[in-house]
Nanobody, 124 residues
Framework: QVQLVESGGGLVQAGGSLRLSCAAS????????MGWFRQALGKEREFVAA????????YYPDSVKGRFTISRDNAKNTVYLQMNSLKPEDTAVYYC?????????????????WGQGTQVTVSS
């Protein structure tokens, strides 16, 4: 049974930082690309970051490029999202996702596995 469990969300002031973690179990972690998505209240889920299985390639939309950094530790079966210079518009539930193909994560919402999400709230 595959599980992705996010943690690290919370309330932070604008300009602050948070680090999200996603611990994976039940799958061969190093075989999967990993990604982060977010969904704000009343809006569609959107792609935030992705990392290849080896960690050698990362991908971001323009909205977070330069502020967010995705990384992974295959020995710990964990992917991270470091979020700096947070803005109120970053407020959302953040989800991690796993899929064998990076392109599925970067271009669709059809990743094989999803976590339950962690709330990030940025106050102005």
């Amino acid at each position: 049974q595959v599980q992705l469990v996010e943690s690290g969300g919370g309330l932070v002031q604008a300009g602050g930082s948070l680090r999200l973690s996603c611990a994976a179990s039940g799958l061969t972690f190093s075989d999967y690309a990993m990604g982060w998505f977010r969904q704000a209240l009343g809006k569609e889920r959107e792609f935030v970051a992705a990392i290849s299985w080896s960690g050698s390639s990362t991908y971001y939309p323009d909205s977070v490029k330069g502020r967010f950094t995705i990384s992974r530790d295959n020995a710990k079966n964990t992917v991270y999202l470091q979020m700096n210079s947070l803005k109120p518009e970053d407020t959302a539930v953040y989800y991690c996702a796993a899929d064998p193909a990076t392109i599925v994560i970067t271009t669709t919402l059809l990743s094989d596995y999803w976590g339950q999400g962690t709330q990030v709230t940025v106050s102005s």
